[in-house]
């Protein structure tokens, strides 16, 4: 598989999604749109070593494409997976909460499996530049995907008086905590054997479920203020992963 065909799966997803008005597609759309500006960085030489990084990206893709496939087989995923598409039948979410929930999974889990996959044991220190890269890629989308959810979601600066910090803020803390957090699972895993990975990638697997139940369950007095910003947002699923396909 090619970075090409992770991003022809993903359009997929998104176009099956807006068809059917899954929210579902919420986080597809926003991980296509991540893929192809990683794509981008690779073909404009931003990483030290190119084809790696697009086999990790594939090695990472894959991990969520063979979820959502298992899912649509009615097959078991790993259980923060799990919470994450559970979440997109919760109607009283916001948008931004189906997109940190989704990034949880891939990000706090995925991400370090990937790592520790493509450059094992020793090699993984070489990959820690580009690795740190890919958070200028990621950084870099956030103000346009603030936007995109604010023409959905005309109330969501409000999360700035609820909650002490804006949307843009709260995804980019998120954003960076949990790639810091994805390395640090990188280097528990590359030197272990296969036998120990497995054990403590389930272990990893439930931390990583709670935070995605926090992200989906936050407190009773937060939960209430978000219901208020809810309330202004658009329920046209086909419409919202249309602004955030944007860009």
Known sequence: MTIDDVIAQLTKIVDEARTTSSRLGYFAALYRKVTIQVKRGILQGQFRDGPRMEKLDVVF???YLDAFAALRAGQPVTRSWRVAFAAAARWPLLILQHLLVGMNAHIN???GIAAAQVAPGPQLESLE??????NKVLFSLVTGVEQEIAVVSPWIGWLEAIG????EAIIKFSLG?????????????APLTPEQQAVKIQE???VAALLGTGIVNPPLLLRTGLLCIRARESNDVAQVIGVLSQG
Request: aromatic fraction near 10%.
């Open 61 to 63: 893709a894959s991990r």
């Open 109 to 111: 889990l995925d991400l």
């Open 129 to 134: 530049h580009d690795f740190n890269e890919i």
């Open 164 to 167: 002490g910090k804006t949307d």
């Open 177 to 189: 905590a949990a790639r810091k957090f994805a390395w640090e699972v990188a280097q528990t895993l």
């Open 204 to 206: 990893l697997d439930t």
